[in-house]
C-alpha cells in the first residue's frame, strides 16, 4: 500500500459534473482530489480486504440472528420496543440487502481492523462505482499507470444486479432530504443502476411520503409504495410521524428493518464479544460495562448512532486527543481499542471495503489532516499495481 503523487486532469471538474458528481467540491474545497492516488497489490486486495469483508459481513448476518432473538441486546442497542417484532420479521423472511460498506484501518502490514459498518445510508457510491473507475481508464490512456493497472471495482455492475434481484420489474420509490447535494447525487446514481436493472421509478422527498386510508405509503400522486429506498437512517424514520406505521406496512424497504441492528456502533462490543480475538475486529465494549476498564485511558469513544464522524473522540492517556462535535450521544457510547490510522505524507487514511448484491465488489480511500474521518475527509482514487 502506498500513496504516490500524480499529475490531475485539467478538466476533471466538467468530467465528474458530467456523470452527475456535482458534489466534488464541499464549500469550496476540493472532495475529490486525484493530485495522488493509492496503490495496492493484488495480494493485498484479494487476502487483506476482499476476503475479511465477506467474513465480516457472515459475522454481521450472525449477529443479526442473535440479537433478534435476544430481547435484552435489542434494548442494549437502544432500539425502541415498538419495532422489535418487526425488525425480527424482516430478518426472517430474509429482505434482500442492496449495499453497505466497511471502514476499515489497514496500512499494508497487517490485518484490516473494521472500524465501523455503514450498513444503513452509505454514501460515496458515484465516486466509488464511477468516477474513479473512468480516472483508471484516463490514468491508464494517459501512461500514468502501465496498462495491466487494475481497480477493485465492480460496485456499478453489483448494484445493477442487486436491483435486478430486489426489484423483480416492480415500480421503485427512492427518497432522501433533497436538499441535500450528496444525497441527491447518490440517489440520482442509484436511480440510474434502477434504470439498467430495468426498473421504472420515482424519486421524491422524505417529507413528501405520505399515506392512504388503507395505511399505504404514498407518493405524491397519490400512488402506493411497493419498493422504497431510504437515503435516510432507520432511527431517523422511527422517530418520524409515520414511524409507527412502518411495521404495519406493505412496502418493502431497502435496506430492510434489519440493518438497523446493524446500522449501530453497538455491534462492535457485541462482535467482539461473539468473535473474540478476531484478526479483523478490535477489542470493543458498551461504556457502562466494567470490562471497558480493560481498555485502559487510551481509546476511541464511540455514540451508538453517528453520521460522518460527528460525536466520536478519540482518548490518548486520559486527554482527549481529537472530538468532533454533533447531535449524537443521547442513546449511549461504546469504547474501542484505539487504531490509529495510519499516515501518508501526512494524511489519515482510512478504507471502505464494500459489499453489494451479496459479494465484495470495491475499495474508495478518504484522506484528511484529521484521524477523525469526516464529511469533509477527501476520496482520493486507487489503482492494483502488481
Known sequence: MRRIASEERPDWRARAEAIGFDFHSIDGERYWDERAYYAFTLEEIERDLEAPTAELDEMCRALVARVVADEKLMKRLAIPVSFWNWIARSWKKSEPSLYGRF???????????????????????????????????????????????????????????????????????????????????????LEDCAHQAG??????????????????????????????????????????????????SPTQFVEPPWKAVLSNKGILPLLWEMFPNHPNLLPAFFEDDPKAATLGNTFARKPL???????????????????????????????????????????YAVLGSWFAAGSPCGLSVREGVSAITKNTSRFLPHAILG
Open 103 to 189: 471502514d476499515l484501518r489497514y496500512d499494508g502490514k497487517g490485518p484490516a481492523k473494521l472500524l465501523e459498518y455503514n450498513a444503513d445510508t452509505p454514501t460515496a457510491v458515484l465516486e466509488t462505482g464511477v468516477f474513479q473507475w473512468l480516472w483508471l481508464q484516463q490514468a491508464i490512456e494517459r501512461k500514468v499507470l502501465p496498462k495491466d493497472a487494475d481497480q477493485f471495482n465492480s460496485l456499478h455492475e453489483r448494484l445493477i444486479q442487486g436491483w435486478r434481484e430486489i426489484g423483480q420489474n416492480r415500480p421503485l420509490h427512492l427518497t432522501a432530504m433533497l436538499d441535500a447535494p450528496e444525497d441527491v447525487g447518490t440517489v440520482a446514481y
Open 305 to 347: 448512532y453517528s453520521r460522518e464522524g460527528a460525536n466520536i473522540e478519540l482518548v490518548g492517556d486520559g486527554r482527549s486527543l481529537d472530538k468532533d462535535d454533533g447531535p449524537y450521544g443521547a442513546e449511549g457510547y461504546v469504547r474501542q481499542a484505539m487504531a490509529p490510522l495510519p499516515q501518508f505524507d501526512g494524511n
Open 199 to 248: 426498473l421504472t421509478t420515482t424519486v421524491l422527498a422524505i417529507e413528501d411520503i405520505g399515506k392512504n386510508r388503507a395505511g399505504q405509503f404514498t407518493d405524491v400522486e397519490g400512488e402506493p409504495i411497493e419498493l422504497l429506498f431510504k437515503l435516510y437512517p432507520w432511527e431517523w424514520m422511527m422517530r418520524e410521524a409515520y414511524g409507527a406505521s412502518l411495521p404495519g
